[in-house]
């Protein structure tokens, strides 16, 4: 911890943000041609780019296929020059594997699998730039290139992280809150019906902050639904408005 | 080798004009609470609502409501030309990649096989089916039948189906591809294209002696001349065009296309003012044909 001082007195934090501000989320769908669908997603200084492959033919082990439903396959990634120290970082090392389970789980509970039997759905993602809540841009951004790639879902799936410090929750978690010893929770949510999707927290926290923390990443990612959704709405005007001509 | 470089751009914005669409829907939007409309591909109810599962343009058929997405996978329907590529071999079938979400199927028994209609298919056949097409063939076939799970049955009983031999596959969206009464063509430029429903796109010189070697597993090897070749790049490159600016693609599209690219050299087609371009010559020239 070192004397960082994650909340000052007049209730900012150390990049300038409120306790319950969300960085500033820009997106674009569609940024690959060859994918069935692909989306690239910024939220503050973490990046990270999305592409989907599916529903196609079992590829690999045959033994996997679920007769009643698709198999979803996620792989996380993060590029060597992702974080401050350039890092070869091999295939399938025990953090991105994890995150990758925690993807699919996640994307299990979006997207309508029953539809598309004995087929499956590929999701790779990769972080370009690493600043904090690696998991909820990937999940924002996955979630833009499954709607590009025209699977159905039963609605966004949107992901905020947030810490607890000083009896505040903090909202969207940058590397600097992150690494500062913060207890903090991902959240990914279905923000119209309010369901959650995943709920990870491998810190401590005393069990009367918790109902206050969830509370708090409820509200961020339905922030952030409101911006995925007009990014969609508006991908969605300027491409049909090519068509139409 | 000169390489030719450039700087990243601004993207230009696209002007959405004040004219917005009121029947685009994005996943979890409620269509309609009226109950007495039936669910169609794309939604699904939810505590009683009809609410949209992906996004794209609603559409209505009586009391059927549908939302296509702008952009999918193949769905198949009976009839349809496709291009695809076998990726295996199986006991009396062979397996296909078309696009779609399952890979299609091709029986031994729907092809043509040398030897006439009406030939028995005995257990050599099945022995040296590898002989006929083996895994990563390219083949033209027509969809016979769909299964309840979605895969496609393919048949190539026809001469104009069968295995494709030199030519270029260009992979693009299944709903850039119109409809339409054939999908092959022989270009005045001199080159034939197949406009597979599935989105494969195949191009090749047009054969001289089209009885002869047509539906049949005979491909030429001979060398295909530095014309037809670059007819066909061009041709290439005008559907990549084409395909960037979303317009549809049928005969007389790619023909106003590769006629509006002529003034450009084969490569330059791809840089971006100049796709733009000739995309625009062609737009004008079908509004011109319409009107």
């Known amino acids: 911890m070192a004397g960082l001082e994650l909340l000052s007195d007049q209730g900012y934090r150390l990049d300038g943000r409120k306790a319950t501000e969300v960085r500033k989320v820009q997106a674009r769908m569609g940024v690959f041609a060859q994918a069935d669908g692909s989306a690239y997603l910024e939220q503050g200084n973490t990046k990270a780019l999305a592409v989907v492959y599916g529903p196609h033919e079992m590829r690999g082990s045959r033994s996997r296929t679920l007769h009643d439903r698709a198999v979803i396959n996620c792989q996380y990634s993060m590029a060597t020059f992702s974080t401050a120290e350039r890092k070869r970082r091999p295939h399938g090392d025990r953090k991105s594997t994890e995150m990758s389970l925690h993807l699919k789980q996640t994307f299990e509970a979006a997207v309508m699998t029953q539809l598309y039997p004995r087929s499956q759905i590929d999701i790779y993602v990769k972080i370009l730039q690493s600043d904090g809540g690696n998991y909820s841009v990937c999940v924002n951004a996955a979630t833009l290139a499954v709607i590009d790639a025209g699977i159905p879902m039963r609605d966004y799936v949107c992901a905020c992280t947030v810490g607890f410090v000083d009896e505040t929750p903090l909202a969207d978690l940058c590397y600097a809150e992150e690494s500062g010893g913060v207890s903090s929770l991902a959240l990914a949510l279905l923000p119209r019906g309010g369901q959650i999707a995943l709920l990870q927290m491998d810190a401590r926290l005393h069990q009367d902050h918790l109902e206050a923390l969830i509370e708090a990443a409820m509200i961020a990612c339905k922030g952030v639904s409101k911006v995925l959704d007009e990014v969609v709405r508006q991908h969605l005007q300027e491409v049909s408005m090519l068509t139409a001509e | 080798m000169a390489a030719d470089m450039r700087l990243p751009t601004i993207r230009k914005p696209v002007s959405v004009s004040t004219f917005e669409r009121k029947d685009l829907v994005v996943p979890g939007d409620v269509i309609t609470s009226d109950t007495g409309y039936m669910r169609g591909h794309g939604t699904y109810v939810d505590e009683e609502k009809l609410t949209a599962s992906v996004a794209g343009e609603v559409q209505r058929v009586d009391k059927l409501i549908c939302v296509r997405p702008l952009k999918t996978r193949f769905n198949g329907e009976v009839g349809d030309v496709v291009v695809g590529r076998v990726t295996e071999v199986q006991q009396k079938r062979w397996k296909v990649e078309t696009n779609s979400r399952l890979d299609s199927v091709l029986l031994l028994s729907s092809v043509n096989l040398p030897g006439g209609e009406l030939r028995r298919r005995s257990a050599e056949d099945e022995l040296t089916m590898r ?161």
């Open chain 2, 131 to 291: 002989e006929y097409l083996q895994e990563g063939d390219l083949i033209s076939a027509e969809v016979q039948s769909v299964f309840a799970d979605g895969a496609l049955s393919l048949h190539t009983r026809s001469l104009k189906y069968g295995k494709l031999g030199q030519g270029v596959l260009v992979q693009l969206s299944p709903s850039l591809i119109k409809r339409q009464k054939t999908h092959f063509h022989n270009l005045p430029c001199g080159a034939s294209i197949i406009l597979g429903n599935n989105g494969f796109v195949w191009l090749n010189p047009t054969p001289e002696n089209q009885e002869e070697d047509a539906g049949g597993f005979y491909t030429s090897l001979e060398p295909v001349n530095l014309s037809d070749r670059e007819v066909i790049s061009r041709l290439r490159n005008c559907l990549l065009a084409l395909a960037a600016h979303k317009v549809l693609l049928y005969d007389t599209s790619v023909l106003y296309c590769y006629e509006s690219s002529l003034q450009h050299q084969v490569k330059d087609i791809l840089k971006p003012e100049v796709m733009e371009e000739i995309v625009m010559l062609t737009q004008q020239k079908l509004l011109e044909q319409e009107g």
